[in-house]
């Protein structure tokens, strides 16, 4: 972690919003609710216990560590949200190509998704990140390995979504994307 020149954070959305795994699950409970706030609890614990790590390990406040971090709402296609997730990738890359400032788009690209889990139910979580991370060095994005549930255990045609959008999120605040 010491030698990191960006952090990846993957926010796993099972039993934090709602999801797919849901339906297979048994539904939903009376105590779903309360079950959703602890594990929201634990996914801000986890990212409290990595700002506590590297603040240890720099000894500076983590609003002053200079490591650009990429929030990424795992599992995106079990989330059942109506937002356009797949899209985005595409949607950054037109954008580029019409001769938009790629920042602009990425920046723009990582508010949506920010705003989306927000209202989404992972609002406590992004609190936490806005709490204890310097903004200019935060980003967010939705990605999934597969971009589909398994069906009978397995995936029909898995396609990884999402993933390349992150590594230029990571990439753009390192400033290591050339610009023409």
């Not at 079950?35 to 790590?53: G, H, M, Q, T, W």
């Not at 989330?79 to 985005?88: F, G, M, N």
């Not at 602009?104 to 806005?130: H, K, P």
């Amino acid at each position: 972690v010491l030698l990191a020149q960006g952090i990846i954070f993957l926010i796993d959305p099972q039993d934090v919003v709602s999801t797919l795994f849901d339906s297979s699950n048994g539904g939903v409970t009376s105590t779903l609710h309360r079950e959703r706030v602890a594990a929201a609890a634990r996914v801000r614990e986890n990212i409290s216990l990595v700002a506590d790590a590297l603040e240890e390990l720099w000894d500076v406040p983590m609003r002053q560590i200079p490591i650009p971090m990429c929030f990424v709402v795992a599992k995106a296609d079990s989330l059942t949200w109506s937002y356009d997730w797949q899209a985005e990738t595409a949607k950054v890359v037109e954008g580029a190509s019409e001769g938009r400032e790629l920042r602009e788009l990425l920046l723009e690209s990582s508010d949506r998704v920010r705003n989306e889990f927000v209202s989404f139910g992972g609002g406590l979580i992004v609190e936490e990140i806005n709490e204890r991370f310097s903004q200019d060095r935060v980003r967010f994005s939705a990605a999934s390995v597969t971009s589909e549930m398994p069906e009978a255990g397995s995936w029909t045609n898995p396609v990884p979504v999402g993933i390349s959008l992150t590594l230029l999120h990571v990439l753009d605040m390192l400033e290591k994307i050339h610009r023409s």
